[in-house]
C-alpha cells in the first residue's frame, strides 16, 4: 500500500498579502526552514530517525510517501508522522502572499490550464487576474479558481500528472 502524504500546498491556500500573522499564516519567525526543499527534507529525514526508513520525498505537492506500509502501520505512521512536523515545524509555504507572488501564481496557473487540458482534464475558465487576486486576499484560504482543484486522478499516477504540469512555480 502507498501511503501519499501532501505537505502543505502553497497553491491551494492563499492567505491575505499583508506581513502580519492571518487565519493560515503564521509569522516568518516561526519558520526554521526557508524553501520548502528544505522543509521537506527534515521531514524525511524525522521519519528515518523515528524508524520510517522507506519514507522517500513525493515529487508532487511537497508530500512524503512510503510504498512498503501496510495497512495495520497506517495509525503507527499517521502518529511517527504528526510528531515530526511538530519538529520540523511550519512550511515556509504557510506565508502569506503578497499581490504580486499571487500575480505569479495566476500568471503559472493560467499556463498550466493549458498544460492540464493536454493531458485530457476539462478545466474551467478563470477570472481575470484582478479579480483572482482580490478572491485571493478576500478568503484569506485561497482563490475561487484553481485548475489543479479540477483534475481527479483516478487511473494515472498524481505524481505524473503533477510532473507534467507543476502546480506551483518555480521558487515558491
Known amino acids: 500500500m502507498t501511503m501519499f502524504v501532501t505537505g502543505c500546498d502553497r497553491g491551494s491556500t492563499i492567505p491575505e498579502s499583508d506581513t502580519s500573522a492571518s487565519q493560515g499564516s503564521v509569522p516568518a ?3 526554521k526552514y526557508s524553501s520548502m526543499e528544505e522543509w521537506q527534507g527534515a521531514l524525511v529525514q524525522c521519519m528515518h530517525d523515528v524508524g520510517w526508513t522507506n519514507v522517500v520525498e513525493a515529487e508532487a505537492n511537497w508530500g512524503i510517501e512510503d510504498n512498503s506500509l501496510t495497512m495495520e502501520q497506517r495509525g503507527a505512521f499517521k502518529e511517527s508522522l504528526a510528531d515530526c512536523e511538530s519538529q520540523v515545524g511550519v512550511a515556509p509555504v504557510d506565508l502569506p502572499l503578497t499581490d504580486d507572488e499571487i500575480r505569479l501564481v495566476y500568471s503559472h496557473w493560467i499556463k498550466q490550464k493549458e498544460c492540464l487540458e493536454g493531458l485530457g482534464y476539462e478545466i474551467s475558465d478563470p477570472p481575470s ?10 478568503h484569506k484560504v485561497g482563490a475561487d479558481w484553481n485548475p489543479f482543484a ?10 505524473e500528472v503533477f ?3 507543476p502546480q506551483m512555480p518555480p521558487g515558491m
Open 29 to 31: 519567525s516561526d519558520l
Open 129 to 138: 487576474e484582478d479579480t483572482f487576486v482580490a478572491q485571493a486576499k478576500a
Open 150 to 159: 479540477e483534475v481527479h486522478v483516478v487511473d494515472e499516477d498524481p505524481n
Open 163 to 165: 510532473r507534467q504540469c
